[in-house]
């Protein structure tokens, strides 16, 4: 199977070193998930894991998973 089929936007991202952070989200009364694709500039990891505990900590309409 093509993996660059469904996973289209990480290898760009795998190239040039940014940390990358899919965070899924389920706004109530949706009938579908949708994905928020964070990226930070090389080595800062930390940024995108402390931007998505804030979302999820501010956002409490859109409950993950």
Do not use: H
Request: glycine letters at 4%; charged letters at 15%.
């Amino acid at each position: 199977q093509d993996w660059l089929s469904w996973n289209s936007y990480t290898p760009a991202f795998n190239l040039v070193r940014n940390p990358v952070l899919s965070y899924p989200v389920w706004p109530n009364g949706s009938r579908m998930p949708v994905g928020v694709q964070l990226v930070a500039k090389p080595l800062e990891e930390s940024t995108l894991l402390e931007l998505a505990d804030t979302i999820s900590r501010t956002a409490p309409d859109c409950a993950v998973g």
